[in-house]
């Protein structure tokens, strides 16, 4: 149902855009230019280079978001 797959696209997006405003709250960035997060959202250690230019726009480590994705699935 393609519907239904744009729908669950606009809710990640919305998720998203939410999570980021939300930290951007949390951890003001210096320079308001920089669009991405560069610490981690849960554990406040910097996110590598390499995961902010595989994952734009993610707001955790690696682990974290392991974690953070099991704990989703796990409900
Ligand atoms: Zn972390």
């Not at 308001?32 to 910097?46: Q, V």
Request: charged residues 35%; contains cysteine; aromatic residues 4%.
């Amino acid at each position: 149902m393609p519907d239904e797959i744009d729908r669950a696209q606009a809710i990640n997006e919305r998720l998203q855009s939410d999570a980021l405003a939300a930290h951007f709250r949390r951890h003001p960035r210096p320079d308001p230019g920089a669009f991405a997060p560069t610490e981690c959202e849960d554990c406040g250690e910097p996110i590598g280079e390499k995961r902010l230019a595989a994952a734009p726009g993610c707001i955790r480590c690696v682990d974290c978001q392991t974690e953070y994705e099991q704990r989703l699935k796990r409900g």
